[in-house]
């Protein structure tokens, strides 16, 4: 959801504690959300689900009102790739769901989502799930001092090239803390030792889209819902990292 630029943040010991404060807390929700995906269950009901849980805990949902996005969550099914609007249609039975939101807890805040399978899905939508997954993973790897953004893309690309996926380019990761989307902008398209350098005391998110067939995509008539353009299946993963001298650490585990 947007863009960044500007300068970007370096965050200190205590500002990373903060955040991860946010961010046990969207792992909680993550969890807890993926618990109540079944067959029959509308992706309306998770956002209710996701508010409330979020307003009981003192935290809110930072992408309602966002350029007057008007829900909780983002929920892509099947071949939405991202910012699906939850709706009244059930889930059934092998389809999968991408859930995706903003945790905002006393200012800072913590991006997640995780593609949920609805009961049995099909082998195909199984190797794309465990692929898109492990894209994040190998990308999660990169993210330490000295790599660049060109490092995490040609990790994701690997993966994806090994199973045939595309890697949608139009929607990346960023920068996160005090606002939901800040520099530097993480892109899934590039080559190792190109981009932005990592430094440490960075967040960003780490978030690559996986598709089945081509990776073009086009935005719905709401304005919102990014759909693959050939139809075919997309996944998602994501965690929002901090750039640590240890090495990554996942904000959001």
Known sequence: MGSAVGKISIRSQEELGEMAIAGRLASRLRRELGKRVAPGVSTMALNEYAERFLLQRGAKPAQKGY????????????????????????????????????????????????????????????????????????????????????????????????????????????????????????????????????????????????????PEVFIDEDGWTVLTQEGGLAAQFEHTVAITRNGPLILTR
Not at 90 to 111: H, N, Q, R, S
Not at 161 to 187: C, L, T
Request: hydrophobic share 40%.
């Open 67 to 214: 350029h007057g996005y008007p829900y909780a969550i983002c929920a892509a099914v099947n071949d939405c790739v991202c910012h699906g609007m939850p709706s009244e249609r059930l889930l059934m039975k092998g389809d999968i769901v991408t859930l995706d939101f903003v945790v905002e807890f006393k200012g800072w805040m913590a991006d997640t989502a995780w593609t949920f399978a609805v009961g049995e899905i099909s082998p195909e939508a199984k190797r794309l799930r465990k692929a898109a997954y492990q894209a994040m993973v190998s990308g999660i790897a990169e993210a330490r001092p000295g790599r660049t953004i060109g490092d995490i893309a040609e990790a994701v690309g690997q993966i994806a090239d090994a199973g045939g996926y595309g890697v949608v380019g139009q929607f990346g990761g960023h920068g996160i803390g005090k606002a939901m989307h800040e520099p530097p902008e993480v892109s899934y398209i590039g080559m190792a030792g190109t981009g932005r350098k990592l430094k440490e005391g960075m967040v960003i998110t780490i978030e690559p889209m996986l598709t089945i067939g081509s």
